[in-house]
């Protein structure tokens, strides 16, 4: 059978991905949970791997025919427990919440278990214990928070987890700027008792981790969760690795897992997606992978200091990883306005709480700025200080709108009230100034 291209098949389909691959290649990305598969990565997910279903695990199948399926998996499996130093892996969430989700009905029981986790405005993850996720709602979450030079509070984990004796205590965060002490962090879970289980997510660092650039957690927790598609540069999917630690406390802790991923929560893994993780796992072990990971935090602290440099306040300061936190609440702007006016701009960034944030979570009082995605790009420290200079002059625009006199923060969430500051920036000749100063910057440097 011949199929139609896509092209002949879905014009207006065709016609979105080749405005989004002129976006992807004009914009200068910021967003830290973003990347740029590789060609290699992109043509194992777009392949007839998608078309097989394989419900079960290597040599455990419910459907015949895969025989190529189990290679596949076992190769991703294997590549990971490598990369990682893991005892186990289980390369089928279908993402990262999926797996989180997994480790909690392994671990703890619903309504009646506790965990501990980062609080959501101090960087943590919505599946670290939030109210508005699952994990709040099914399980009882106490969360600790970070101190104002934006580490984590060990202090108040120990406390709390001394208190509170969770089943699971989560040393992961998604906008953080420092390395985790992950050893205070075992400490703690030992203080506790044999019962809690220390599960690092390291879905923002995993490429860094992979690296060897910034420390593992794998001497330290039981388990460790990752997406595949931040700074490790893969598909969108996810892994659950158990270590040998983890073993040796539980030698069922591999099966509980898997079991849990399937068939409890879980249909048929979506072998394209496992085929693309065991492409990007080997691309991960490359040199030009290494070089790519030290480059990332280069970048980031060159742009650190350059934001620094131009009157921005960065929450912890200069960042010890590949993202940073501009602290907005003396600017008298809202995250959502400068994300929005930065994207006008041709920067893209997203709105983010900072710890302690009196905002909500839409209209929070801070950006979050990584470099993984424009480091993929080649671009290097002297470009940090080009786009510090964008971010700036945006700012710069934004502290001549009449918007901001004119209402206060609280009032400002008022869709009509919004209306004005967008047509303030949609009639800034600055704004469109710099945005073909961007496009002309990133033309170097699109794929
Ligand atoms: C630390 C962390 N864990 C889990 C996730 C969830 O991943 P997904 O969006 O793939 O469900 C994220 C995503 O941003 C994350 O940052």
Redesign the pocket.
Known sequence: MKYKSLKDTDDEIFRLLKEEEKRQNSDIPLIP?ENFASDAVLKAIGSVFTNKYAEGYSGKRYYKGAVNIDKVESLAIERAKQVFGAYSANVQPY???PA?AAVYFALAKPFADTILGLELSSGG?L?HGSKVSFSGKLFNSVMFTVKKNGEIDYDEVESLALKHKPKIIWA???AYTKLIDYERFRKIADKVGEDTYLVA?I??ISGLVASNVIPSPVNFVDIITT?THKDMRGP?G?MIMVTPRGIQKNPSLDKMIDDTVFPFLQGGPHINTIAGIAVALKESESLEFKEYSKQILLNCKALCTSLINRGFELVGGVSETHLTLINLTKDNINGWEFAYALEKAGIIVNASTIPHDENSPFFPSGIRIGTPAATTLCLKEKDMDTIAEFIYQVKLELDTFKFKELSSQKLRKDPNIRKGFINELINSKRIKEIKLETENFMKVYSK
Do not use: F, L
Request: overall charge neutral; charged content about 10%.
């Open positions: 949970s993402s990262g919440s989180n993850h599946t992961g965060t998604t997510d879905s923002h997406t969108r996810a």
